[in-house]
């Protein structure tokens, strides 16, 4: 099983609905992020957390809303999807009690808004 | 802002040839930077991480270095072979950034056969 589980893998929807993406972590680390990778603007940080009671805007959080719900689970959604928020979104997650603080990825949510 | 760069966005190579990745960076107050590697439709999985006051990190056939006072890191693969096709990305951490990436747009590996 991965360590970092996203749910959906895909989804299509219609402009004006409310839409939330969901990940889970087996790591035990203590911070999550979401980020979006739209081609050739690499990937952007949308709102991260480094516990339960921590949550941070991040460049693009505009649009969207997060809820760490636990410290394996931080869920984004976005309250009336637009269709420039068609784009590919990880979830992630680091220690920060390790020194090499390394990143690990979801297999990512690929969402579509028509 | 840190802003970070790839060069070039795209390389095709024959198999067998050994190829460098470039990856510059505006700020060099960095804690650490790491090379990924992404699949198409994937996530992106970790292959290197050089703390700042590393020069370089091996493993297997990649070798990546940091300059940092010049800003720039390279990820050398020798031997390619096709199974290497993917994106490869960079990301720094910056201080005072706390814990956030900043990513490279990537490039894009093509080996041929």
């Known amino acids: 099983d991965a360590d970092v589980t996203q749910t959906p893998r895909n989804r299509i929807t219609k402009t004006g609905k409310r839409i939330m993406l969901e990940c889970s972590q087996t790591?035990?680390?203590?911070?999550m992020y979401w980020y979006r990778q739209d081609p050739g603007l690499g990937l952007r940080l949308i709102y991260y957390?480094?516990?339960?009671?921590?949550?941070n805007k991040g460049e693009i959080s505009d649009g969207y809303s997060v809820s760490r719900q636990a410290q394996a689970k931080f869920s984004l959604s976005l309250e009336s999807a637009i269709p420039n928020q068609t784009a590919l979104y990880f979830c992630?997650?680091?220690?920060?009690?390790?020194?090499?603080?390394?990143?690990?990825f979801g297999e990512g949510s690929w969402l579509t808004v028509v | 802002k840190q802003e970070v760069t790839q060069i070039p966005a795209a390389l095709s190579v024959p198999e067998g040839e050994n190829l460098v990745l470039n990856c510059s960076f505006t700020?060099?107050?960095?804690?650490?930077l790491q090379w990924f590697r992404q699949d198409p439709g994937k996530g992106l999985t970790s292959l290197l991480l050089i703390q700042s006051s590393q020069r370089e990190q091996t493993s297997g056939r990649l070798n990546a270095s940091l300059d940092k006072s010049s800003g720039r890191s390279t990820l050398y693969i020798a031997a390619s072979q096709p199974g290497d096709s993917a994106t490869y990305l960079c990301?720094?951490?910056?201080?005072?950034?706390?814990?956030?990436?900043?990513f490279g747009t990537g490039t894009r590996l093509q080996v041929t056969l």
């Open positions: 700020d060099s107050a960095i804690y650490n």
């Open positions: 992630a997650t680091s220690d920060s009690g390790t020194e090499r603080n390394t990143i690990y």
């Open positions: 957390s480094f516990d339960v009671k921590d949550i």
């Open positions: 790591k035990g680390h203590d911070r």
């Open positions: 990301a720094v951490l910056t201080f005072g950034t706390a814990s956030k990436l900043t």
